[in-house]
C-alpha cells in the first residue's frame, strides 16, 4: 500500500502561481512513477503530468505544458507540481497518483490521494 497526502492547494489570481506537493508513505516511494490529475464539476478527471521513477522522464498534457512543472525528491518522498501563469479554467480538485509505470491513463494507477482544491479566480 501506498498513502498520497496531497497539499498546496488554494484561492489565487488568474496569473499567479501555486506549488503542488504529494507526500508518500508506505511501500517504497522510488519504486513508483507518481502523477498529477485533476477533476472540475461535472467533469472526468483528467490527466495533468507524470514522472517516471528516476525523475529523469516527464510527461505533460497539452493544456498544461509549459506553464506546470512536475518534480520529485526520492528522499523527502514527495512529489511536486510547481503551477505558473494559472488561468482559471485550471480550477479543479487536484490528485496525486502512483503507479508502475509512466503513463497518462488514469485507470493504470493504483494509488491516490484525496486531494486538493485549486481555485483561478479572474
Known amino acids: 500500500q501506498v498513502q498520497l497526502v496531497e497539499s498546496g492547494g488554494g484561492l489565487v489570481q488568474a496569473g499567479g502561481s501555486l506549488r503542488l506537493s504529494c507526500a508518500a508513505s508506505?511501500?517504497?516511494?522510488?519504486?513508483?512513477?507518481m502523477g498529477w490529475f485533476r477533476q472540475a464539476p461535472g467533469k472526468e478527471r483528467e490527466f495533468v503530468a507524470t514522472?517516471?521513477?528516476?525523475?529523469?522522464?516527464?510527461v505533460y498534457a497539452d493544456s498544461v505544458k509549459g506553464r506546470f512543472t512536475i518534480s520529485r525528491d526520492n528522499a523527502k518522498n514527495t512529489v511536486y507540481l510547481q503551477m505558473d501563469s494559472l488561468k482559471p479554467e485550471d480550477t479543479s480538485v487536484y490528485y496525486c497518483?502512483?503507479?508502475?509505470?509512466?503513463?497518462?491513463?488514469?485507470?493504470?494507477?493504483?494509488?491516490w490521494g484525496q486531494g486538493t482544491q485549486v481555485t483561478v479566480s479572474s
Open positions: 497518483a502512483a503507479a508502475t509505470l509512466v503513463t497518462p491513463q488514469t485507470k493504470r494507477y493504483d494509488y
Open positions: 508506505g511501500r517504497t516511494f522510488s519504486n513508483y512513477a
Open positions: 514522472i517516471s521513477w528516476s525523475g529523469g522522464y516527464t
